[in-house]
């Protein structure tokens, strides 16, 4: 059983969706008994980092996440927020990650939107993803690059579009949009 | 590198796709899922749905049918049609919408852009421009391209986005459906004058269109219907035809 965090984040339902579409039994809750015993537990999020912090402290969803065992994937602002801090309303986050994260330069169009390939992949979750693979993206904000990276992408400057500390992982980008490369790496995370 | 995005748009009408002409002599080509799926199989790299009578008969779109899309389909997709107040866009964002579009909306309401930005994102507006080029300036029109108003492209185009659109979507109404080019011209100066990506619509005829709308129209995306819906340029070849002329494409 995959448990998705439900909170007020955003698009949840098309990763509910892609998980339908693996097969995968999931459950889009906020029941923090139902996530704990969860074998993987998926951690989205679309929206602005300070206030999301401020919610997920205020619902204690915060210290459930940074305690569970099982792989966890954080998704999109799920990845910034696993981070230590987010310059987006200058805000300490999760500290699951060692990574910083900050907003891209305005010398190019920001939001990054649409596809972009991942590069120095290593990790179990890129298994059968052939490198410069292209996967879907939409944010303002990134997390540098660092010992937790396990997949860069280029735009403005190199940053980390994955990130794993012992059971925690996150994609910057959405799996859940990225068509097949993002099936395959969904499915790798429900195989770790 | 960030690929140059290619759209289909999909204009549903009761249910149906349809394709006009210049906005007008519609004809059916198909269920909206199942094309969809199809063109994202064949490599689309978004899909763009429109109900394009909703701001006309003001009605609503069916959040069965984005529900569906968002089942079947593991690519991002654009609502657009009938969203006239922040409710509709939560509607569509519970229904598993990755974006929605507002055109005559925004138009008649630019607070509405803020609002729906300040509450889901700016990543989830796209704010759709239809303009014709008259009298040496490109005049927005609403409603479909029914009615003309006093906006003007550039202008209100920067106007949405301060107040938060997260990309445009420009059609213009002299280009859409003549199959010549798109607006080149008036892309590049759009295009350089904002900071949130543009997506070119109206003129898809020929492969070599699209390497000019990136190009010389510094374009981050095409959007194009009836040359999709008629098979008469397959995705697949086309980014082949991009790839081989230097386009970086997914």
């Known amino acids: 059983m995959v448990a998705i965090i439900k909170y007020n984040a955003g698009n949840i339902m098309s990763v509910e969706f892609a998980l339908q579409r693996l097969g995968a039994d999931c459950i889009v809750t906020d029941n923090f008994d139902l996530i704990k015993k969860a074998d993987k537990v998926i951690f989205p999020g679309v929206g602005e980092a300070s206030t999301t912090m401020n919610y997920i402290i205020n619902a204690g969803i915060d210290s459930l996440i940074k305690n569970l065992s099982q792989p966890v994937l954080g998704i999109c602002l799920g990845l910034q927020l696993m981070c230590k801090r987010s310059e987006e309303g200058n805000v300490n986050c999760l500290g699951i990650f060692d990574e910083e994260v900050i907003r891209f330069s305005n010398q190019a169009k920001v939001p990054h939107m649409g596809w972009n390939s991942l590069t120095k992949m290593n990790s179990p979750l890129f298994k059968n993803i052939s490198l410069d693979s292209y996967v879907y993206f939409v944010h303002s904000y990134y997390a540098c690059i660092g010992n937790n990276t396990i997949a860069e992408t280029d735009y403005i400057n190199p940053f980390s579009s994955a990130l794993n500390k012992n059971n925690f992982f996150a994609t910057q980008f959405h799996p859940e949009k990225s068509g097949d490369v993002g099936s395959t790496i969904l499915k790798n995370f429900m195989e770790l | ?250």
Request: with cysteine; proline share 3%.
């Open chain 2, 1 to 250: 590198m960030l690929a140059k995005r290619i759209i289909p748009c999909l204009d549903v009408r009761d249910g149906m796709t349809v394709k006009g002409v210049n906005f007008v002599n519609i004809r059916e080509v198909g269920d909206p899922v199942e094309l969809g799926a199809q063109y994202s199989k064949e490599g689309a790299d978004e899909l763009v749905y429109l109900d394009i009578t909703a701001s006309h008969e003001k009605r609503k779109l069916f959040h069965d049918l984005v529900k569906r899309i968002a089942q079947n389909i593991n690519i991002p997709f654009t609502i657009g049609g009938g969203i006239n107040e922040i409710s509709d866009a939560d509607k569509l964002l519970s229904a598993g919408a990755d974006k929605i579009s507002i055109n005559s909306a925004a138009v008649r309401n630019p607070d509405l852009v803020s609002q729906i930005a300040g509450a889901f994102g700016n990543q989830f507006v796209v704010v759709a421009v239809d303009a014709r080029f008259e009298e040496g300036e490109w005049v927005v029109y609403v409603n479909g391209g029914r009615i003309k108003t006093d906006k003007k492209l550039f202008s209100w185009a920067k106007e949405v986005q301060e107040r938060g659109a997260g990309e445009i979507l420009f059609t213009s109404m002299n280009h859409d459906g003549v199959k010549n080019g798109f607006a080149c011209d008036a892309l590049n100066v759009l295009s350089n004058s904002l900071s949130i990506p543009v997506i070119a619509s109206g003129g898809a005829g020929k492969m070599e269109h699209f390497v000019d709308v990136f190009n010389s129209g510094n374009a981050d995306a095409a959007l194009a219907a009836s040359i999709f819906h008629f098979k008469e340029i397959p995705i697949p070849k086309l980014k082949d035809y991009l790839r081989n002329n230097n386009v970086v494409v997914r």
